[in-house]
């Protein structure tokens, strides 16, 4: 029993240790798992107060810079305050200096009020003239305007019969030829007209020659008539005498006042030019500085007035800028420099100018003659670009064509149409007839006519290939055809006209090469090779865009597959002409007046009676 009781005892022992060592375990369990959440939050505590103390590093390091730029410019304003007491000594020098100049500007402002007021008068007397001036011109303008009212009325008529022309000239393809027969039968009659005036001008030379030799005959039988011959050859100078009370009617009657269409045939060319020379002459050769001044200045203004009223007149802006080419030629030509002297006859060389010099003129009157000829050539391109894209793209003068559609398009409205056959090649061709007709008329320089020749091509081709990039409906082969085929018109016109020289064909070059695009076969690898090759001139950018716009009229063409696309864009890239599609309608070619001296001898020169310039004196 002893020995059970402490068997027991020792097993009640062992349990008691067993629990004591499992409360022990669960409590050092738990001790740990605080411990672990312990050292956890530490780690965090440890990480922020890192990044703490990186922000307060970086803080120091910022506010290091900060101080030493501080120090830098406590050190740039101790030396500047070194330098405020010289500054305050220039700064009164300044002081004494302004109440100098303003002690003086005071004396003038005492002399310019008496200058002002003798000024005045003067003005008074000036404003009084004026006014009786100004009567005259309001009375003169009440009579130019129930001109210009009867001018409207004539115009309107023109109008109504040149719309009607216009619907006549509706042409088909009869229409056309019967128009190329009548221009062959034309250049014939003007071939025999040619042949007639070449025989008149033998006959002309042989009448002369006899005049010579009866001349010479009857100089040998009477040696009088030779001073008598002389005298009379002498009796003009070239000169024109204008006073000074007639100047500004000298203005009125040939610039304000002259209208080209009414005088411009019966006149030389470039009449009033010569006209204002000789009263130039006339001044430079009396030495009058002050006539010579004003006489310049007045003519000079009234062109520009001329110009600045009649900027939409056609016919006016050519006249002006023929006669202030005229004008300014004439004063190279005469103004006995050597280089414009060459090509003088020794009479002209006698009549240079021999007192004053007029280059600063001749500079001011380029100017002007240059803003002449841009007005001129904004006004041409204004009446021919409602013409181009129905003349060049939309009418369709080849025959089967019109019958044609492109398939998978929407039909345009009756009205596009309407307004769009308005207009032709032919009126194309007519246009420039016209505006080439005019300049010829007013005796324009060949050469300046050829440069407005070469602008108004190179808006032609370019509003053309623009609207053909822009219009899906613009891009088959038999379009391609019509545009060649006007292209070619344009060439003919150059050619009748003896413009081949002005390079106004070579501004046709792009629209020639898209024309050729739309033609040419696009399926092989040789044509990859020979579009790259032909069109040199049209972007890769363009050329693209033309074969993705391709579309076919008939099921005899076929559509641009887009990988021959892809071989020639992949061969295109290599080029390195830019990425412009569109080109610039509104690019104008740099005008030049080269100079062209005249062998219009100025003693011979008469005035008609229609210029009413009677006050004028021959000398």
């Not at 030389?268 to 009058?288: E, T």
């Not at 006698?350 to 841009?374: M, T, V």
Request: aromatic residues 6%; charged residues 25%; proline residues 2%.
């Amino acid at each position: 029993m002893e020995n059970l009781n402490e068997d027991g005892e020792l097993w009640m022992a062992y349990e008691g240790l067993k629990r004591a060592s499992r409360v022990m375990e669960m409590h050092i369990q738990s001790q740990k798992e605080n411990y672990e959440k312990e050292i956890e939050d530490l780690s965090f505590k440890i990480g922020d107060l890192c990044e703490q103390t990186t922000l307060l590093q970086q803080k120091l390091q910022e506010e290091n810079h900060t101080n030493e730029n501080v120090r830098l410019e406590m050190t740039r304003l101790a030396n500047d305050n070194m330098v405020i007491p010289d500054l305050k000594l220039q700064i009164l020098e300044l002081h004494k200096e302004k109440q100098d100049i303003e002690s003086h500007l005071k004396g003038q402002v005492v002399k310019m009020k008496e200058k002002m007021d003798e000024v005045t008068d003067q003005l008074q007397g000036s404003l009084e003239d004026e006014g009786a001036q100004r009567r005259l011109l309001e009375s003169e303008k009440d009579n130019c305007a129930k001109e210009n009212v009867e001018l409207v009325a004539k115009f309107r008529q023109l109008q109504n019969e040149n719309y009607q022309l216009l619907n006549r000239t509706k042409t088909d393809s009869t229409i056309s030829s019967k128009m190329q027969k009548e221009a062959s039968q034309l250049t014939m009659e003007n071939s025999d007209l040619e042949e007639q005036l070449e025989q008149k001008d033998r006959q002309i030379k042989k009448l002369q020659n006899q005049l010579k030799s009866l001349t010479k005959t009857a100089d040998k039988v009477n040696p009088n008539n030779v001073n008598a011959s002389l005298v009379s050859r002498k009796e003009y100078l070239g000169m024109l005498e204008c006073k000074t009370e007639d100047e500004e009617k000298l203005i009125k009657n040939l610039i304000l006042g002259l209208k080209p269409q009414g005088v411009v045939v019966s006149m030389i060319p470039g009449l009033p030019a010569y006209v204002l020379f000789m009263c130039v002459r006339y001044a430079d050769d009396s030495n009058d500085a002050d006539m010579l001044k004003s006489l310049m200045n007045s003519i000079i203004g009234g062109i520009k007035d001329v110009t600045k009223n009649h900027n939409e007149d056609f016919e006016m802006m050519s006249f002006w800028l023929s006669n202030s080419v005229h004008f300014l030629n004439c004063l190279k030509q005469y103004s006995g420099e050597e280089e414009f002297m060459k090509h003088n006859s020794p009479q002209q060389n006698d009549q240079c100018l021999k007192n004053f010099d007029l280059s600063e003129y001749r500079q001011i009157l380029s100017d002007l003659a240059i803003h002449i000829y841009q007005q001129v050539i904004k006004v041409m391109e204004d009446n021919l670009q409602p013409l181009i894209v129905p003349g060049m793209l939309e009418h369709e003068s080849l025959q089967g064509i019109s019958s044609m559609k492109p398939t998978g398009l929407r039909k345009r409205s009756s009205s596009f149409l309407d307004e769009s056959e308005q207009y032709t090649i032919s009126s194309i061709l007519q246009q420039l007839s016209y505006f080439f007709s005019t300049m010829c008329q007013h005796g324009t320089d060949t050469d300046l006519i050829r440069q407005a020749i070469k602008q108004l091509f190179f808006q032609i081709g370019a509003i053309t290939i623009n609207n053909l990039f822009l219009r899906k409906d613009m891009c088959s082969c038999r379009k391609g055809m019509q545009i060649r085929c006007n292209i070619s018109y344009l060439e003919e016109w150059l050619k009748e006209k003896n413009m081949q020289s002005s390079n106004a064909k070579d501004t046709l070059e792009l629209l020639s090469q898209a024309a050729w695009l739309l033609q040419v076969n696009k399926t092989t690898d040789d044509d990859v090779k020979e579009i790259c090759e032909r069109c040199s001139s049209l972007s890769a950018v363009q050329i693209v865009k033309i074969l993705n716009s391709y579309t076919p009229i008939d099921d005899f063409e076929k559509r641009v597959t887009p990988s021959f696309v892809r071989k020639v864009q992949s061969q295109l890239n290599r080029r390195e002409d830019g990425s412009t599609l569109i080109i610039d309608t509104k690019y104008h070619f740099q005008v030049t007046f080269p100079f062209n001296p005249s062998s219009q001898a100025l003693e011979t020169i008469q005035l008609p009676s229609s210029l009413k310039l009677n006050f004028l004196t021959r000398i």
